[in-house]
């Protein structure tokens, strides 16, 4: 049995100015954070026997797990296309759009689409690559949209769009 596992799905290059915002913040603040468990990795290795040094151990795995994300920022960057301008049919749901769905219930439910790699849970923001985001995109004001879940189907009626 081989630890080999496929890539996954390529990921949309989309993200607001916001999410770049925030990720080239992340990025300046891991090299920050490099620099002192450097340092700090650096101290550690000068007290002696480094097999049983937890403090050295630690801060080789730390810097390994700064050292990925860093790597992987640095390559995703590039390649994003930071979307800043409203669409010209407000009227429909495209990329940026904050939408507001009633469900079967009759209760509404706020989502933004936003970039893969700016989606939060707790502010409502869902990925462009989600299976709901994508069900609704090119919808306009007023549609009942079906969405395929695990548990089944769920219809929402697009009660409001807006782009902030």
């Known amino acids: 049995m081989s630890r ?14 916001q999410g770049m915002r925030a990720l080239l913040g992340e990025q300046k603040a891991l ?3 490099r620099r002192e468990v450097v340092a700090a990795l650096s101290a ?12 050295y151990i630690y801060r080789k795995k730390e810097l390994r797990e700064l050292d990925r994300r860093i790597r ?15 669409p010209a049919q407000t009227e429909r749901v495209f990329f940026g759009a904050a939408v507001s769905l009633e469900d079967e ?5 706020n989502y933004r689409i936003v ?12 990925s ?24 089944g189907r769920m219809t929402y009626l697009i009660a409001e769009i807006s782009y902030k």
């Not at 992987?72 to 409203?86: A, D, F, M, S, T």
């Not at 219930?105 to 439910?109: A, C, H, M, N, P």
């Not at 970039?115 to 869902?126: K, L, R, S, V, W």
């Not at 994508?134 to 695990?150: F, Q, T």
């Open 4 to 17: 080999y596992r496929a890539p996954g799905p390529a990921k949309s290059p989309y993200i607001t100015p």
């Open 31 to 33: 090299w920050l954070r």
């Open 44 to 55: 550690a290795a000068a007290e002696g026997d480094r097999s049983e040094n937890a403090e």
């Open 72 to 86: 992987y920022l640095q390559k995703r960057l590039p390649n994003l296309n930071v979307v800043e301008q409203k």
């Open 105 to 109: 219930d009759g209760k509404l439910v």
């Open 115 to 126: 970039g893969p790699d700016e989606f939060d849970h707790a502010e409502h923001y869902i």
């Open 128 to 151: 462009v690559d989600s299976p709901l985001a994508r069900s609704l995109l090119k919808h306009n004001l007023g549609d009942e949209v079906v969405v395929e879940v695990p548990s």
